[in-house]
């Protein structure tokens, strides 16, 4: 049985203007956090970058400037980052150092967005998750993992929304 058009559900950001700013649920948390970890691993390696030359051969460091390197010492171009990708990134991030106890909560949503942020956006493994975690045993199920980090992310929402509701 189909309701009249005045009776359908509507979302509340429809009826109050700048609430679709202001509230943020669970996939929009995700969404997110998920950019902003294809954002880190867009980014350059700064430590690796300080270290290089000292890593290098010594004739690699003496080599005359104006002589044009192999294509196998060029070095990789990647995608230049936005400073609004690089803000939206922090956001997310400091949501998370708000918002999520330090332990093995953070770590359970690192590795699991960083699995969403290199492959498909739509699932994770669970069990490869609790692989790289190097959890053995019984101690923490895949379910358990699971669990935490749907968690660690309602976490973040309820701040969020706590925040956004109180300005």
Known sequence: MARPDNQRF????????GLEAAFMDFNAVEDRLVEAMS????????????LHPGTLAMFRQYRPEHVDPDAADRRLVTCALTRAEVERADEAMGWVLAAVP??????IL???LMQLAQ??????EWPAVRARLGVEGAAMTA????????RAVTAICTWKNARSSAA
Do not use: C, F, M, Q
């Open 102 to 107: 330090e332990g093995i909560g953070r770590r």
């Open 10 to 17: 509507r979302l509340p950001s429809d009826t109050v203007p």
């Open 143 to 150: 379910e358990g993992i699971r669990k935490r980090y749907n």
């Open 39 to 50: 954002v880190l691993r867009r980014s350059g390696d700064r430590e690796w970058s300080w």
């Open 110 to 112: 690192g590795v699991a």
């Open 119 to 124: 492959g498909d956006r739509a699932r994770i």
